[in-house]
């Protein structure tokens, strides 16, 4: 069973920064593909971005490419999301999650409990 446990949410103005953790409480973590979703109020959960294994490939989606930068460090078995940017419109629950492989098609093992992003305008 591994836990991953997100960190760095808090409210920021819109133009600001934000750089989010997620931190898995077992090596096995480095197995998997790291993802963030996030879900906004009364909105459905969405696809952010995703890292592979290795860290050599990234995946973002659309409304987030150009402003948000996916990494990982597999030593600290740790996945980053610096947002930079950000907007009311990112305001949001984030969530990481341990993926079988990077993206949204692939099934998710294991979610952090959320973190939040609110982005004043």
């Known amino acids: 069973q591994v836990q991953l446990v997100e960190s760095g949410g808090g409210l920021v103005q819109a133009g600001g920064s934000l750089r989010l953790s997620c931190t898995a409480s077992e090596r096995t973590f480095t197995g998997y593909a790291g993802n963030w979703f996030r879900q906004a109020p009364g909105k459905e959960r969405v696809f952010v971005a995703s890292?592979?294994?290795?860290?050599?490939?990234?995946y973002y989606a659309d409304s987030v490419k150009g402003r948000f930068t996916i990494s990982r460090d597999n030593a600290k078995k740790t996945v980053f999301l610096q947002m930079n940017g950000l907007k009311p419109e990112d305001t949001a629950v984030y969530y990481c999650?341990?993926?079988?492989?990077?993206?949204?098609?692939?099934?998710?093992?294991?979610w952090g409990k959320g973190t939040l992003v609110t982005v004043s305008s």
């Open positions: 999650a341990a993926g079988v492989g990077p993206g949204p098609g692939y099934s998710m093992d294991y």
């Open positions: 890292i592979s294994r290795s860290g050599g490939s990234t």
